[in-house]
């Protein structure tokens, strides 16, 4: 069975720094990324990358947010700094495979991130 599970979650104060973690289990993923949702808000996408380490951020945290990935661990990380309290959310990892033009996804349980004095 496939599993993702965050890590790196916590209280930070803003224009500070956290470093997320995703271990996947299972077959190495064609595409990875970190969603977020806040109360009362929908999941947003926050960045992605590829197998082949390209990526994609939103516009909100371009600049601010690192997406990376260790294909030999099977691990997918999130640097982020300058951190705001609107980027408070609980922070998800996302995966994708596709075998035989049927597309897999998966997702982790969330890691809560809150910026603030």
């Known amino acids: 069975q496939v599993q993702l599970v965050e890590s790196g979650g916590g209280l930070v104060q803003p224009g500070g720094s956290l470093r997320l973690s995703c271990a996947a289990s299972?077959?190495?993923?064609?595409?990875m990324g970190w969603y977020r949702q806040a109360p009362e808000k929908q999941r947003e996408l926050v960045a992605e990358i590829t197998s082949g380490g390209s990526t994609n951020y939103a516009d909100s945290v371009k600049g601010r947010f690192t997406i990376s990935r260790d294909n030999a661990k099977n691990t997918l990380y999130l640097q982020m700094h300058s951190l705001k309290p609107e980027d408070t959310a609980v922070y998800y990892c996302n995966a994708e495979r596709s075998v035989n033009k049927v597309r897999y996804i998966y997702w982790g349980q969330g890691t809560q991130v809150t910026v603030s004095s």
């Open positions: 299972g077959s190495i993923f064609n595409a």
